[in-house]
């Protein structure tokens, strides 16, 4: 069994308000546009992280994390992106790689705003955790945690945030 917590577009942010949200967990999954490699570092100082690059992420997050990422977590795979789009609307590369690698979960990022949405057409559950850091047209920052044990995903939780704020969820 693990907890996973999974962000996207912290655009530099890795502040108390996540950390305290993510504590409990066991790998942290982000889903692009993590900023600097700085903040990629303390993230993976704080818990295991496994990533890829977004569009504003230079080239020294580009030299260590590539465009996607396809794992197996217990029993569940998964494929991650920053701009794979949403069940109906994916990008065509996102499409590409889910008809390829047929995952149980498909991470984006990029839009800033979070989804968590079943695909009946690629039997999949869709994640786009929305935006954790304070840089974008957000006004809310978020996160998700959950459990996967085995072939099991449950447990789902959304921390949120005021952006200005960086308050606690």
Partial sequence: MKRIGVISDTHGTFDDALKLFLKDVDEIWHAGDIGNIETANAIASFKPLRAVYG??????????????????CEDVSV??????????HYAPKAVAKIQSCRPKIFIAGHSHI???????VYDLLHINPGAAGCYGFHSVRTAIRFTIDGDKISDMEIGHWDRDKKSAW
């Fill in 55 to 72: 569009n504003i992420d230079n080239s020294s997050v580009r030299y260590n994390y590539e465009e996607f990422a396809y794992f197996t």
């Fill in 79 to 88: 494929l991650m992106t920053h701009i794979g789009g949403y069940p109906r």
């Fill in 114 to 120: 979070l989804k968590v949405i079943y695909d009946k």
